[in-house]
Structure formats: C-alpha cells, structure tokens
C-alpha cells in the first residue's frame, strides 16, 4: 500500500510534488542538487503517510516475516567478540532506559530518521530537505515529550540533546588541525560564532557542554569530546551513538618547497576504479583532479600525508619505493579506505 514510494534510477526524472533540496554555508542557503540515480545505498523516494506504513510493518509484518524482522534486530559481533550496536540494517541501544532501535541517514541535502520504541509501541519518523536538519535530536526531543513517563532513567550527559550557548572565545580553544591512527585528518574552525568541523566536508557542532559537541546534519548522534592535554593543546574522542570510535590528536601542517612538491607531481592509476587521478601544482599546491570529478586541493600533514579540500581525499598518502621516489598513494575517505593508486611513467612519449 505504499503507493508513492519509489527508487528513482534516473535523476532527469520529473517527480510530482517532490520538495527540493537544499544546503548551506557562509553565504546562506543554495539549492543542493540529487544528481545522481543509483538505488540500494539511497535513491527511495517515499512520503510521511507512507513512510509511517513502513514504521508499522515491523510490529506486523505485511512485507517479510518475523523471522526476518528478528534476523534484522540481531546485533553483529566484531573480531575480538565485542558486540557492535548495528544490527542487520539498525542500530539497536538504550534511550533513558527505554529499548531504542533507529537508523537515520542523508545524501544530497535531504535527511530522514525513523526511532522506534518496541516495548511502548511508538515510532518517530522525521523527514527533511536541507542538510542543516539535525534529525536525530529533533527525533529524540519528540520522544522525550511523549515518553516522559515511561523513562526508566534520568538524563545524564551522554543522552543530553540540549545545546548551550558557548562565546567565541571559548570556541577559538578548539580550532586547529587532527588526525587519528588511521592517518585521517580533520580541521576545526569557527564561522559565524560557531564551531565548524571540516573532513573534505563542513558540518555544524553543537554544544552541548564546555567540552561536548553534538554535528548536525547527520543521521547518527555523533559527538566530540575535548580534553586538554597541554596548554593551548587539545586531543577529542568522537563518539557514534555513545561508544567511541576514534581518538584525535592535533598537529602542526607541515610545509613544503616547491621542489619537493614536484616529486609528487604525475598520473596515477587505480586497477580497482579504472581511472586515472593526476597531481599537479597550483599557485604553490598539490592539486589532485579527475575528468569527472573536478579537482580539489592537497593540504600537507606531514611527510607524504595530504588531506584534500573535497571530502573524497580525506586522506591522501604517498608510497614511495626502495629508492626513495614516489611510487604511487593510498587514498581514504569517509567510507572507503586504502585505495590504490600507482604512479605512471612516460617512455616514448607514451603512458606505461
């Protein structure tokens, strides 16, 4: 009975009635396009009447079974036997003492969250056109207003929601650059009296304390937690639905001659993509473009670790071989890490 839900496979489509998309940043609010039409990981165009059916068909399947509902509650098991809090499709945990499971998510400005209660038979869907939207607060805010009494514990700061109000000069403590033990980068500025994280793409944090800061736009609650290490000198833990996923350490970018850039300087190959991405220099900077994808700026870490403007190059990592020269790079990014690019030479006037 979901009659206006649908996978879009081509973005030229025209689509009654369909709320446009948006982003923003320092120069307000733009149009934020959903140009592409592969389905799976996204695509699923739906409305909130139907998207409430889809709510409701966990409790009584009339698409799947109970079996495959139970199937999609089981939590994984990581490596070292630890349970993970993702199960088959949700991530399964504890809200103020009340069974929550929920997913949300969002790609080309638009955002979606569904939060359900099992054991109080009461789902939260909350939809969105603009990146800006943080959907699981909000999602969370609702059910604090309707679950009030049901909750079996009180709230404690790593379920607060609640943002407070930080001056600049408080904010300014965290700006610099860090990285983790998987070599990826990520810069803190402040724009318009807020505090900005940038990973090849910018998101708001929210303070929710001194120390706590809540990103917005995001379908999971994401959160970092500052500590001072020296004076002046700060390292966060980022936090994803509560358990800890990362460790920061800040660092001073290194700086680079404009001959030692030249050593980076070629096209690379990847078997895996089968594409070819080319480093050059521009008005004194590594530069790494594609013929469809556009090009984005390398910013030095440290020895042959660059991170990129774009959020495709969060970290982009030189190899050199035995003779110390550049034999190729290893790029990761959010969702994707360590793909293989190797350096092309030229002999008689052609690429080997």
Do not use: C
């Amino acid at each position: 009975g979901m009659n206006q839900t649908f996978f879009l496979s081509d973005h030229q489509s025209i689509i009654d009635n369909m709320a446009y998309s948006y982003g923003g940043n320092q120069n307000g609010n733009y149009k934020n396009n959903l140009n592409f039409g592969y389905s799976g990981s996204t695509g699923v165009f739906t409305t909130a009447s139907d998207f409430t059916k889809w709510a409701l068909n966990f409790k009584n399947p009339k698409v799947g079974s109970k079996r495959i509902i139970d199937e999609m509650n089981t939590l994984g098991k990581l490596n070292n036997g630890e349970t993970n809090t993702f199960a088959m499709g949700q991530f399964i945990e504890k809200y103020k003492g009340l069974n929550h499971i929920q997913h949300g998510g969002g790609t080309g400005g638009y955002v979606a969250y569904l939060g359900r209660f099992p054991d109080q038979d009461f789902n939260v869907i909350l939809m969105g056109n603009s990146s800006s939207i943080d959907v699981r607060s909000f999602s969370l805010q609702i059910a604090d207003v309707f679950l009030e009494k049901s909750f079996k514990e009180k709230p404690s700061s790593n379920n607060a929601t609640k943002p407070v109000k930080l001056p600049v000069r408080e904010l300014n403590k965290f700006v610099g650059s860090y990285w983790n033990k998987d070599d990826q980068a990520v810069s803190i500025s402040v724009n318009n009296d807020a505090l900005v994280f940038s990973i090849g793409q910018n998101f708001s944090l929210i303070p929710l304390s001194e120390t706590e800061f809540q990103l917005q736009g995001v379908g999971s609650d994401i959160r970092l937690h500052f500590e001072e290490i020296g004076k002046g000198k700060y390292t966060f833990r980022e936090t994803v639905n509560g358990r800890e996923v990362n460790k920061y350490e800040s660092y001073t970018p290194a700086t680079y001659k404009s001959e030692e850039l030249k050593k980076y300087v070629g096209k690379y190959f990847s078997e895996e993509l089968n594409t070819i991405y080319d480093i050059s220099i521009n008005n004194g900077n590594l530069v790494v473009s594609h013929l469809r994808s556009g090009s984005a700026t390398l910013n030095p870490i440290n020895l042959d670790n660059f991170t990129g403007s774009s959020w495709r190059f969060s970290t982009l990592k030189f190899e050199r071989d035995s003779s110390n020269k550049i034999k190729g790079f290893r790029i990761s990014s959010m969702r994707v890490k360590n793909v293989n690019f190797k350096k092309m030479g030229i002999k008689k006037d052609k690429l080997i």
